[in-house]
């Protein structure tokens, strides 16, 4: 179909978030209100940290701030493939703490696996399939990327089904496709605004006082009491904790850690028993292909197919603007690449289009810390990979306040930080630069040039 003919009715906003579910928001603050520990930020972060402060310690007064409603931003607008993976994946994690590989991986298991305990003891209903990522190959030189996977896979005894051509596409139907590899148990696919709203629900359950449309403007320390001052009401506490993702953070510092970055995603309708069957897919794994500039894709509840990815974008000056959520020359370019890889499902039109802002940092995995003497924590820098690892983050956050040394506070990856990007308007000369060789790698097998060679042997790089 014409991408445009199937674009045209396409709402533009989140699919999860145009849902009768969605709850009514939370009182405002108002007033001068005090508590143990303040949460600012009702994203994955901010949820999971009020949570867990509750269930460490149930008679712990907990206050939850959030500037728009619970879930708005990346948490309520993101892919949903929740993953184990507290790096990035494994090949970022592997080269960057080669000797911490193993303890990391067995830590993002078993958050994934306390994620799952989570949904059954609260009841949260939120579609979670544990079904595993199916990731394809879709030109030569991508096989020789997922045979190096392979390798790293088997060494560390995941579980794991390398496919041939004709396998894969027994699995999903796509005529691009040249082999897979299936990790079956890292990933579970979740309707994330459905968890977002089931985790504010134990909150408020457990007796966590939330307030939306409270955002936090200033911060002010008098040495023992964090003030948070919203524009209502002011909240003060000992503790802080910051789950504030992307946005213009309260600690200065943070600034230099994280950029804005947009990903774009297109929602199907959903497919009739007919459509589905042209193309299989009766395992419903999450499914990402495999070049630098990558798109993800999966089945949600109703059988629609989530498609998102590929442009990862990035606008001079750095801004978070609400204009940047849609972006129609992406929008097109998705819907033909879904085309391209199920020409059988050339009928199917979208009914969602949107993007989402992504906190991206120059080693692609979390960073966190502490200031104000240790009285505030922060975990940011998620990177596109989050729905999962931001539950990791909440215990860090947790076990930094505590004064705790934990297996999670002793790795190198919570104690160090990465390498900060470049003022503006240098930031945005290196950012441009580097997509563009990113995209030039895509279109010439691969290739790295001088410019990603050099980041990549200084560690850095840029991803979504
Ligand atoms: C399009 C897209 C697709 C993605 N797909 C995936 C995926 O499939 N799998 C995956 O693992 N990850 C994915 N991600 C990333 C994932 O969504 C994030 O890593 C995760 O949601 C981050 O959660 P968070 O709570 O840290 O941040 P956010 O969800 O951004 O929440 C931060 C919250 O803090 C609030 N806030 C900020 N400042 C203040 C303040 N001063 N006062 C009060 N409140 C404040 C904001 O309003 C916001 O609600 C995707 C992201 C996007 C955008």
Redesign the pocket.
Known sequence: MDPLKALADAERGPYWLDSPARPEPAPRLTGHTTADLLV????????WTALMAKERDPSLDVVL????R??????????????ATLTHGLANGMERWPEEIDRLERMGVANLDEIERTLWRYRIDCSFERTGELHVATEPWQLDGLNEHLELISELGLDYVPLDRDQVRAELDSPTYLGGLWERSGCAMVD?ARLAWGLRDACLRLGVRVHER????SLHDDGTTITLR?PYGTAAARHVAL??????P?LRRLRHFVVPVY???LMTEPLTAAQLAEVGWSNRQGVGDSGNQFH?YRLTDDNRILW?GYDAVYYNGGLVKQEYDQRDATFVKLAQHFYATFPQLANVRFSHRW?????TCSRFSAFYGQAHGGRLAY??G?????????RF?ANVMLDLLSGERTERTEVRMVKEKPIPFPPEPVRSGVIQFTRWSIARADQHQGRRNLWLRALDRMGLGFDS
Do not use: K, Q
């Not at 930020?41 to 949820?47: E, K, W």
């Not at 409270?214 to 403007?217: M, T």
């Not at 990177?383 to 999962?388: Q, R």
């Open positions: 600012v930020g009702g994203g994955f972060s901010g949820l701030l959030e500037g728009r619970i879930g708005w931003a990346a948490t309520g607008r993101n892919g949903g493939f929740c993953m994330p409270s955002p936090v403007r919203t789950g504030t993702g992307v946005f213009p309260l990903d774009y995603v993800y998102g993007g989402g802002v992504i906190d975990a940011a998620f990177t596109g990979m989050g729905v999962g690892a931001t983050g």
